[in-house]
Structure formats: C-alpha cells, structure tokens
C-alpha cells in the first residue's frame, strides 16, 4: 500500500464491492430474507457503495496515520467555492434532465407527468436519496483519491478516462444482482466517461472540492426525479457527451479547469509539490 497506493486503493475497492457481489449471487435468496431486496438500502449495498470511500480512509491509514485521516476529512469542509459554482452544480445538473425530458417527449410524443404532487414534495424526497441511495458517497474515493494521483501521472482528460474506465467497470456487479430497468449497460457504460470528464472539471475548478463533487453526484443520480421517461437514456447519454466536449474545448485537456488537483493530501505523492490549497478558488 505504501509502495503503490493509487493500485491498493483499486484493489481494495473492486475487493470489498466484487466479493460482496460474489458472496452474494450463490446465496441471494437467503440474503434477501435476512437484508431485504438487493439495492439501495440493503446494508450489504450500502457497504458495497461505501467501498471507494472505506479504501481511500484504509490507504491513507496505512500510508499517513491518524493524522492524515484526519488532515483528509478537513478536505469534507471544502465549501468554501465562488458562488457561481453552487450556481452551475445545484442549477445546472438539474437543467439538463429538464431539457432531456423535453427532448424526449418532443422526439416520442409521450406526456410529462411529474411523479410528485405538489411538486414541492420532491425536496424532503431528494434529500432522502442521500441515505437511502447513497451513491455520492463514492466520491470521496474516486475524485478525492483517485483522481488527483491520477492527474499526476496523465493529463485530465486521460486521467477522467481512465477513471471512467474503472469507475464503469466497477459498477457491473449492481446490474448483474439489480438490473436497472430500461437501462442498457452499453449506452450506460458510454455515459460515465462523459460524466468523469463534467466531474473533473468541476473539481479541479472549484481548488479539488470533494464536497461539490458529491453535491454533482446526488444530483446526476437524480434525486427529484425530472427525468421522467424510462427510455430517455440515448439522449441523456449523448446530452453529457456533447457537454464533456464543450468542457474538455473550452477549458483544455490538459487541466479541464484553471489548473489540475493532483494530490489528495500535501506531500502524499513522492517528488510532488503538495496540493494548490493556497491558490484562489475559481
């Protein structure tokens, strides 16, 4: 783990995510009688969700202590972004699934039949999201972690790619034990590079702010439900892909953002110059 922590911190998360989804295939009946349905809010999910974040706390143990466990959850205090970034992430996110399902239903015919009423009633559910699905949770590992060594190694737009790559991967064994409804692995699989790249590009813009990528998450899982349609995922996919080439064109390839995030704690990479803590937000 000290030698090579950005491959221990891989291994140990597809580890305790893969072998619970291992574990849990041959007996998936007796653990449904005992944890209730595979899916968000089963502990045994949650566990497997939480695994990104179990290993980057495990890796920096190892590596830095108690005093770099605690020196990464400051990092959990990071609010501190230019208000236009709340902005972009609370309001931006939740305008492209507006737009996705009026693209759909201008393409299909089908109606828009919003699923709460009043609408109001999908702030205390969205919010719930965050313990019942806690899929967000996952950045605390893959953009806290992972991606700044990853950015000390590649470009952003490699390392998002990468990052995509094992962050798709890992996902696989949710299909295999809860399929998603509607949902085509392949188009599916498409859509995460796109989001890595939009995910990126808000962190390294916003000083590497693990708070703002895990507001992004919760919202790209989203919470409130304004996609509408089941068979919308074609046009959401290609919707993220065409933003990630707007950002990756405007901002560069080399950052995606004023300059690139590329350590998750000060000296944590040998032979690098600590994290950017002193610079400005953007």
């Not at 089908?110 to 313990?131: L, T, V």
């Not at 996902?171 to 509607?182: D, K, R």
Request: net charge positive.
């Amino acid at each position: 783990m000290k030698r090579r922590p950005l491959l221990s911190f891989f291994l140990l998360t597809f580890g305790i995510t893969w072998g619970l989804g291992a574990l849990t295939i041959p007996f998936l009946e007796q653990i449904k009688r005992i944890f209730g349905e595979v899916g968000p809010g089963n502990i045994l999910w949650n566990i497997a969700v939480y695994s990104p974040a179990i290993s980057a706390f495990i890796v920096i143990g190892v590596n830095r202590g108690s005093k770099g466990i605690r020196a990464y959850l400051r990092r959990f205090l990071h609010w501190k972004v230019k208000f236009h970034w709340y902005l972009i992430v609370l309001l931006g996110i939740p305008a492209i699934y507006v737009c996705t399902t009026i693209m759909t239903h201008l393409f299909t015919g089908a109606s828009i039949k919003y699923p709460f009423s009043p609408w109001y009633m999908a702030i205390p559910a969205g919010i719930s999201m965050i313990i019942i699905n806690p899929g967000a949770v996952e950045e605390i590992g893959w953009r806290g972690f992972a991606l700044p060594i990853l950015q000390s190694k590649f470009n952003a737009l490699v390392a998002s790619l990468i990052l995509g790559l094992v962050w798709a991967t890992w996902h696989l064994p949710a299909f295999l034990l809860s399929p998603y409804e509607g949902v085509s692995l392949p188009i599916w699989f498409i859509s995460v590079f796109g989001i890595s790249i939009i995910l990126t590009f808000i962190y390294n813009s916003t000083n590497g702010s693990i708070p703002m990528v895990f507001l992004s998450h919760w919202l790209i899982n989203d919470p409130f439900q304004l996609r509408v349609y089941s068979h919308d995922q074609l046009i959401v996919t290609i919707t993220f892909l065409l933003i990630a080439a707007i950002v990756t064109f405007t901002a560069g390839y080399k950052n995606l953002g004023p300059a690139k995030y590329t350590e998750p704690l000060p000296g944590f990479i040998k032979g690098k110059g600590g994290l950017r803590n002193e610079e400005k937000n953007s």
